[in-house]
Structure formats: structure tokens, C-alpha cells
Nanobody
């Protein structure tokens, strides 16, 4: 059984930074992971992904250059460093494990294990 727990969310002013963590346990060896977000009343969207080794990442255009994903498999943790935050970044952020690949993808349906999410609110 795979378990994921996000932490690090909170309230921050526009232009500020936050670092989210995703602690994982269970059968995650060899699988890619992703970060997604869901704003109130909207669909869940891809933020970025990272492969099993941590050497390959990809980001949505809306966060490219501002967000950085990393993972430390020795600590069973994935991170999302968010800089230059904007009010449009306000959402619940989720981490997820890919169902059958060592790399990432942008479709939520390609992920079969999810955390419960952590709220990020950016004030203007």
C-alpha cells in the first residue's frame, strides 16, 4: 500500500516562496511522481513531474522558471520549491505516484496513488 502525505502549505504574499514536501511510503520504488493542483471549482491540473532518478523534470508553462521539483529517495520525500508566487497559484496541491512508469506524465489519470493535498493561498 502506497501512502503520500503533503505538507508545507500556507498563506503567503505575492512574490513570496513556499516549499512543499511529499513524504511517501510503500511500493514507490522505480516510479515517477508528479505535483498537481486544484483551484476551487476547477479541474486538477499538472504542475510538474519528476522521474524515478530525480534527473528528469518537466513543468507546466504557468510555473516554468518559478517552481522546482526534486526528490530524495533516501528520505522517501519529494519537494516542490515555489518562488515568485502569484495569486493565480492559489490551490490545493497534491502529489501523486505514476501507475506504471519510471518517468512523469501530465495526465492525472496516469497516476494511481494520491495524497490528500495541502492548501496554498497567495494574497495580492
Amino acid at each position: 500500500q502506497v501512502q503520500l502525505v503533503e505538507s508545507g502549505g500556507g498563506l503567503v504574499e505575492a512574490g513570496g516562496s513556499l516549499k512543499l514536501s511529499c513524504s511517501f511510503s510503500g511500493r514507490t520504488f522505480g516510479y515517477g511522481m508528479g505535483w498537481f493542483r486544484q483551484a476551487s471549482g476547477q479541474e486538477r491540473t499538472f504542475v510538474g513531474g519528476i522521474d524515478w532518478t530525480g534527473k528528469s523534470t518537466n513543468y507546466a508553462d504557468s510555473v516554468k522558471g518559478r517552481f522546482t521539483i526534486s526528490r530524495d529517495n533516501a528520505k522517501d520525500t519529494m519537494y516542490l520549491q515555489m518562488d515568485s508566487l502569484k495569486p493565480d497559484d492559489t490551490a490545493v496541491y497534491f502529489c501523486a505516484v505514476h501507475r506504471n512508469s519510471a518517468t512523469w506524465s501530465s495526465s492525472p489519470t496516469d497516476y494511481n496513488y494520491w495524497g490528500r493535498g495541502t492548501q496554498v493561498t497567495v494574497s495580492s
